[in-house]
T-cell receptor, first 113, second 113 residues
């Protein structure tokens, strides 16, 4: 079974802090994704990566960056956290073939005070 | 551009009654369609998918969805719901040439005793 593990379920940080969210998958997937989920807005793609050291902006990349140094690990970085980045963050991964479903972690609920 | 519309944000239904959760998409090319379920405080789990072939797809827990190309719809149905089906359901669409999927805003299904 595919396992996507997000390092924290709940995280509380302060405005202006640099925040790291980590995601690890164990299925040798090429693609990895970071989404944020907000009520009434569904899932919005922040960044995605289709290979090590490769990244592509999603729909809402402002205020975020990512790092993919190893195939199994994809990190989301909030450079200077702001209160409007309080949200649920979901990591997902998939094989790099057409029509492959994405597999999700359990999410990190991040609060910025 | 692709888009996904889930017409109902909330659907209350009594236990053992049938339910339909609606999903419409817009795309001018071939699509891949997915339904995901999210239980409280968890990530998204794949419920079923349509890639090609038979337009009716089924999940192991009694849900089914029908791909209707002329109406660009992929509605999710279950003939008799259980309390345990209470969750949020997301429709997603992908197209050939990209690994990114567009998610709908979700439908909260609440099954009442």
């Amino acid at each position: 079974d595919v396992k996507v593990t997000q390092s924290s379920r709940y995280l509380v940080k302060r405005t202006g802090e640099k925040v790291f969210l980590e995601c690890v998958q164990d299925m040798d997937h090429e693609n990895m994704f970071w989404y944020r989920q907000d009520p009434g807005l569904g899932l919005r793609l922040i960044y995605f990566s289709y290979d090590v050291k490769m990244k592509e902006k999603g729909d809402i990349p402002e205020g975020y960056s990512v790092s993919r140094e190893k195939k199994e690990r994809f990190s989301l970085i909030l450079e200077s956290a702001s209160t409007n980045q309080t949200s649920m963050y979901l990591c997902a991964s998939s094989f790099r073939r057409q029509g492959q479903p994405q597999h999700f972690g359990d999410g990190t609920r991040l609060s910025i005070l | 551009a692709q888009s996904v519309t889930q017409l109902d944000s909330q659907v209350p239904v009594f236990e053992e009654a049938p339910v339909e959760l609606r999903c419409n998409y817009s795309s001018s090319v071939s699509v891949y369609l997915f339904w995901y379920v999210q239980y409280p405080n968890q990530g998204l789990q794949l419920l079923l998918k349509y890639l090609s072939g038979s337009t009716l797809v089924e999940s192991i827990n009694g849900f089914e969805a029908e791909f209707n190309k002329s109406q660009t719809s992929f509605h999710l149905r279950k003939p008799s719901v259980h309390i345990s089906d209470t969750a949020e359901y997301f429709c997603a669409v992908g197209t050939s040439g990209t690994y990114k999927y567009i998610f709908g805003t979700g439908t909260r299904l609440k099954v009442l005793a």
